[in-house]
């Protein structure tokens, strides 16, 4: 049973790094695109980014300059930073890995971590 | 702004049949069957119900079910109970930029 775990700072000034990780247990790593998804309170979700066991990664345009997604394949995890952070940047934050069927893994996100709230504040 | 549109609010009783309408482009929804429907219940994460249009993951319940149309997705719950109240969001895969997902504002789902 695959589980995502979540730790990182959660309260942030204004141009400060947002910094957060996420450890997976109970499944393979290699092979999978690890995504970050985060939720602005009230609001609907957002897809940040993805990195892939090669290091290979995809970002959302409107985040790209400011966002870097990483991963130690040694410990399984994977890494979120989002430079320069502004109000706009609170959110749930969410680490997540797609369901995948014998042919594709873009289907939908079948794993979640519990989530890390972010709150950017001066 | 959310990618995809969705009904703000749907309501039913319990027992009764709703459907959630998630309406894209033909750069998503109507272009890629990875549809995907979520659950999300006040402070827990998203939970998987409907992936690829209109598959149901291990353990999700048979009430549940995806279909599409065009540039609209569907999400129907029958025989509506009360812990099907919360909140759904669909999704779709896109491959004509990044972001490579986009998703809907979320539908809220009350039980009467």
């Known amino acids: 049973q695959v589980q995502l775990q979540q730790w990182g700072a959660g309260l942030l000034k204004p141009s400060e790094t947002l910094s957060l990780s996420c450890a997976v247990y109970?499944?393979?790593?290699?092979?999978?695109?690890w995504s970050w998804i985060r939720q602005p309170p009230g609001k609907g979700l957002e897809w940040i980014g993805e990195i892939n066991h090669d290091g290979r990664t995809n970002y959302n345009a409107s985040l790209k300059s400011r966002v870097t997604i990483s991963r130690d394949t040694s410990k399984n995890q994977v890494s979120l930073r989002l430079n320069s952070v502004i109000a706009a940047d609170t959110a749930m934050y969410y680490c997540?890995?797609?369901?995948?069927?014998?042919?594709?893994?873009?289907?939908?996100?079948?794993?979640w971590g519990q989530g890390s709230l972010v709150t950017v504040s001066s | 702004q959310s990618a995809l549109t969705q009904p703000a609010s749907v309501s039913g009783s319990p027992g009764q049949s709703i459907t959630i309408s998630c309406t894209g482009t033909s750069s998503d929804v109507g272009g890629y069957n990875h549809v995907a429907w979520y659950q999300q219940h006040p402070g827990k994460a998203p939970k998987l119900m409907i992936y690829d249009v209109t598959n149901r993951p291990s353990g999700v319940s048979n009430r549940f079910s995806g279909s599409k149309s065009g540039n609209t997705a569907s999400l129907t719950i029958s025989g509506l109970q009360a812990d099907d109240e919360a909140d759904y969001h669909c999704s779709s895969y896109t491959s004509i930029s990044t972001p490579l997902y986009v998703f809907g504002s979320g539908t809220t789902v009350t039980v009467l």
């Open positions: 997540a890995r797609g369901y995948c069927t014998s042919s594709s893994c873009k289907g939908g996100f079948g794993y």
């Open positions: 109970g499944g393979s790593f290699n092979g999978y695109f």
